[in-house]
């Protein structure tokens, strides 16, 4: 059983920064694609970043060039570097785990608002 848990979230004014974490137990996340999603009031959950057991990474388009994901293995932790934050990235973050075999798991998610 995978237990992910964010940190990290808050308001902060556009063009401001944010770096959300999060903590893995229960298992060594080097098996493990990570992602970071995130769901805005009355919109579905999209991708946000995702970063492969090699660290390959993908962004979403709108996010390209601002986000940043990484991980530490050894300390079971990812992470996503948020710059030049926009109102339009306001939403519930959430971090996701899947394994090799296809099991999903979530983390309870934490509130980036971006307003001033």
């Known amino acids: 059983q995978v237990q992910l848990v964010e940190s990290g979230g808050g308001l902060v004014q556009p063009g401001g920064s944010l770096r959300l974490s999060c903590v893995a137990s229960?298992?060594?996340?080097?098996?493990?694609?990570m992602g970071w999603y995130r769901q805005a009031p009355g919109k579905q959950r999209e991708l946000v970043a995702g970063?492969?057991?090699?660290?390959?990474?993908n962004y979403a388009d709108s996010v390209k060039g601002r986000f940043t994901i990484s991980r530490d293995n050894a300390k079971k932790m990812v992470y996503l570097q948020m710059n030049t934050l926009k109102p339009e990235d306001t939403a519930v973050y959430y971090c996701n785990a899947e394994s090799m075999s296809g099991n999903t798991y979530w983390g309870q998610g934490t509130q980036v608002t971006v307003s001033s």
């Open positions: 970063i492969t057991q090699n660290s390959g990474t």
């Open positions: 229960g298992t060594l996340i080097w098996r493990y694609r």
